[in-house]
């Protein structure tokens, strides 16, 4: 077993390896693929974690050379390498049966390491499995945390080929549909808990596509494995509206655009984080498949079509659901809360949709006529021209995303909260989002009189041309104005959360952008504008 292992990785490619930006998230421990002759470990703990491709190119002597590799957000049951005594430890390697090695450096100048101990582990992971039920149709393929596929033909157990360590996160998905049919997970995700995984559910149903064509006037429940495909002009919901987990839902560009709410319209959209709900393009045949029948002819865009429109009624919920390719009204949103609805958007994305409307009033998700009670919260925005606009009537706290979370550089192109704010503060109300700014166009913004606006650390108020604020009580209107990280800035000021309005360089924050905060309580002196050293570029600087 003394057999000499040389690793021809030259020294640079260890720069290259902590410059390294490609992330993915793979499983700890090591394998050898014999059918192709490379080595992966999963995790190399170099002070970041990366993974490592070394392909075999001399089995005489079992000589390696790097193949490819890249940075991994997975810690976990890390490989080694100890300088000081020149061991590379690699914990779990998967030969068919589970084992440890040490590999020792023996000759720096071409990183030649010599096999120097090595030893059963007795266990190299858990496996994650379950069973599938009802598949009659071809194709089905599942998938583990984007990466383990593993293709099913029957009914009966299933198990993924790849072991994963002890509290390692595991999420299965249907990475394809069987002909005719959909399937859908239950107990899809979880963490390694000290055994196996075997309780995932895949259970396939034969799926249909149903063209809406008329209102709904009585209680209604949309099942979670058909694809409904709104084909109805001015379609309402007139009484409640259940749609199950894995329900899609298209919408016809010109026959049936549009969803409102009337009567005692509500909807319950409430899926799973294994199941969510779509809203989407009759074109978008990433879910659902090829609806409309023309291939690769047409592809989704935003504004293909218009807007869910909640329309003053109260209760609906949105719970892990997927808004994708809407805002073609003259609103341009994709999910309107309009004329003094309350709802629940949790858990829910909002992703390629509109928002440009040209008043800068309104989202892709418009709550800006959204009354006390409502919540929006886990909620996440990206690829929108506005992703959401809010009314000074329910908190927003610091749990909804601006970003793509699989690219963080994908964002929205006004990414920040434009606050309706023609019905002021009247109540105690808390804005604690640090990731995009607040943005207040109002010449006019009050904190009433026994009214309090509480802000976060880090949270930035950015004030459009000629926006004033008035603070009914004077500086105690504004809880925590002074705390760390927050300040009230111009609509221009790129330094402080981005280029909110989205013109690059083409313009600078200068005084005088807007007119600054005033203390109607008069306790300061005239002209009774604040000048705290955190209020930038309005009229008194």
């Given at each position: ?35 192709n002759g490379v080595l992966h470990v999963y995790c190399l703990d170099l002070g970041t ?493």
């Open positions: 077993m003394k057999n000499r292992l040389v690793l021809g990785i030259l020294g640079s490619i260890f720069f290259l390896l902590c410059s390294a930006v490609s992330a993915q998230t793979i499983e700890p421990g090591a394998r050898y693929d014999g059918a974690p990366y993974w490592v491709d070394l392909e075999l190119i001399d089995a005489s002597n079992f000589t390696f050379q790097l193949k490819n590799f890249g940075s991994t957000e997975s810690r976990g049951q890390c490989s080694t390498y100890n300088s000081l005594t020149s061991i590379l430890h690699i914990p779990s390697l998967d030969l068919g049966a589970p084992y440890w090695i040490d590999l020792k450096l023996t000759d720096p100048s071409t990183l030649s390491f010599v096999l120097d101990n090595f030893g059963s582990t007795g266990i190299l992971g858990y496996t994650i499995g379950g069973n599938v039920t009802g598949l009659s149709g071809s194709g089905l393929v599942l998938q583990n945390s984007g990466s383990d596929e593993l293709s099913i033909q029957a009914d009966g157990p299933f198990t993924f080929g790849r072991q994963l360590t002890d509290e390692t996160a595991y999420q299965v998905s249907v990475k394809s549909q069987p002909a005719g049919q959909r399937c859908l997970v239950t107990n899809c995700s979880g963490t390694i808990e000290g055994q196996d995984v075997n309780d995932v559910q895949v259970t396939c149903y034969l799926s249909e596509v149903i063209e809406v064509t008329e209102n709904i006037n009585t209680y209604t429940t949309w099942k979670g494995y058909n694809t409904y495909v709104i084909k109805a002009w001015d379609f309402y919901v007139n009484d409640t509206l259940v749609i199950e987990p894995g329900a899609i839902i298209k919408f016809h560009p010109s026959e049936g655009p549009f969803l409102t709410l009337g009567g005692a319209g509500t909807i319950i959209a409430d899926g799973t984080e294994c199941q969510p709900i779509i809203f989407t393009s009759y074109k978008d045949d990433a879910h659902g498949g090829d609806t409309n029948g023309d291939g690769a002819t047409t592809q989704p865009a935003r504004k293909d079509w218009g807007t869910i429109d909640t329309n003053g009624l109260n209760g609906s919920i949105f719970n892990h659901c997927e808004f994708y390719y809407g805002g073609n009204t003259s609103y341009t949103s994709t999910l309107s809360l309009s004329a003094g609805s309350r709802a629940t958007v949790t858990n829910c994305t909002f992703a390629h949709n509109d928002g440009s409307d040209a008043t800068g009033w309104y989202g892709a998700l418009d709550a800006k006529s959204a009354v006390a009670g409502t919540v929006i919260r886990n909620n996440i925005f990206y690829d929108n021209i506005r992703p959401f606009s809010a009314s000074t009537n329910f908190d927003i706290d610091d749990s909804n995303i601006f970003h793509n979370p699989a690219d963080p550089s994908q964002t929205n192109v006004y990414n920040g909260i434009f606050v309706d704010t023609i019905n002021e503060i009247h109540s105690a109300i808390s804005w604690q989002e640090t990731e995009v700014p607040f943005v207040i166009d109002d010449n006019d913004f009050w904190v009433n009189s026994g009214a309090t606006l509480t802000m976060g650390n880090n949270v930035v108020l950015k004030f459009r041309a000629g926006s004033a604020m008035v603070l009914g009580d004077g500086a105690s209107a504004i809880v925590n104005r002074d705390g760390q990280g927050v300040y009230f800035t111009s609509y221009k000021d790129d330094s402080r959360k981005g280029d909110t309005n989205a013109d690059g360089t083409a313009t600078t924050p200068a005084d005088g952008d807007w007119v600054g905060i005033f203390d109607n309580s008069l306790s300061i002196p005239s002209p009774y504008f604040f000048t705290w050293s955190n209020i930038l570029y309005d009229e008194l600087h």
